[in-house]
């Protein structure tokens, strides 16, 4: 098992080390200059060098790109360009409402997920199975924008149980931080749940169909028994990879739910970012979530070991 993380691990700093170099040159070759567009098009040239030598930007590439990476080693993410202020601290505060919003509809997802899938699988062909494979398929079908609406449009303006936008903030209660991210949590999640039901219901049905469930059977399980006690766990391989997959979505991906409810999270950070043309503070977030999700991809690697130990064998 060690040396199957050891592999995994050093799989991971590779990757990160590709990726910095990706998203630095991407975002450098980008037109505009940063300088030039914080002064607008009348400013001098003389003014423009000036603040391009403050910002560092008259540094080559590749001393910049040392100095960036060098900077995020010691969580020195360096200064943005519009406010003035260290990266690393507005990350930091963004990464309070993305991150929890994240686990929040992860789950909710996997607890919508799972019944629906076992539901399904155990009741193939059945009313049961079409009624869940019906509602998955409208799910994967509407977009999270729309239920961001829908969910909107009755909760928080006809019903009022909810706010219609805005973060509380944690000082405000752990209750009353989490009540202002249901429902984009919702909107976020119902879409996820769909297709991790989906995938759960195949994963289960390609279970049953072995040759050691026929064995469990035979020996006197019922079906139920059967699907608890030994397909569940042999199912779920194909379902962790969803989830891995789902929780680096949630939480590179929420910039238009955040957009919808303006929510002051890192989707909404790159969006402002990108359009200041604040390149630091968008290479650093993009970093960060690019760190994310080869870190969930780490974890459910190192997961796949437990659940199944033939792939620690092969290593």
Not at 9 to 30: D, P, Y
Not at 55 to 62: E, F, I, P, R, Y
Not at 160 to 178: C, E, M
Request: aromatic share 10%; glycine share 8%; no cysteine.
């Amino acid at each position: 098992m060690l040396r199957y993380a050891l592999k995994r691990g050093l799989s991971l700093l590779l990757s990160l080390a590709v990726a910095s170099l990706v998203i630095f040159f991407v975002i450098e070759v980008a037109p505009g200059d940063p300088a030039s567009f914080m002064l607008g098009i009348n400013a001098e040239p003389d003014t423009v060098a000036a603040l391009r030598a403050e910002l560092g930007l008259d540094q080559s590439k590749a001393q910049r790109y040392l100095a960036w990476i060098g900077g995020m080693v010691t969580g020195d993410f360096g200064m943005s360009y519009t406010y003035r202020t260290p990266v690393a601290g507005m990350i930091a505060d963004r990464m309070w409402v993305s991150l929890p919003l994240a686990l929040y509809a992860l789950a909710l997802s996997t607890l919508i997920a799972f019944p629906a899938g076992i539901y399904a699988a155990a009741r193939r062909g059945k009313a049961g199975d079409m009624a869940v494979m019906g509602a998955t398929q409208l799910g994967v079908a509407v977009p999270n924008f729309w239920f961001a609406m829908i969910l909107v449009l009755i909760f928080a303006i006809n019903l009022r149980w909810f706010g219609a936008g805005g973060f509380a903030g944690w000082d405000k209660g752990f209750g009353t931080a989490i009540h202002s991210l249901t429902l984009p949590a919702i909107a976020l999640a119902l879409p996820q749940a769909a297709i991790l039901a989906r995938v759960m219901r195949s994963a289960l049905l390609d279970i049953l169909g072995e040759d050691f469930m026929r064995t469990a059977r035979a020996k006197g399980l019922t079906r139920r028994q059967a699907l608890w006690r030994h397909g569940l766990r042999n199912a779920m391989i194909p379902v962790l990879t969803i989830i891995g997959l789902q929780f680096s979505f949630l939480l590179a991906g929420a910039i238009i739910i955040e957009q919808v409810f303006f929510l002051p999270g890192l989707g909404r950070l790159v969006f402002q970012a990108i359009s200041s043309r604040d390149l630091i503070v968008v290479e650093s977030v993009v970093m960060i979530l690019v760190f994310a999700v080869i870190s969930v991809n780490f974890l459910v690697d190192l997961t796949y070991a437990l659940v199944d130990p033939r792939l620690r064998s092969r290593t």
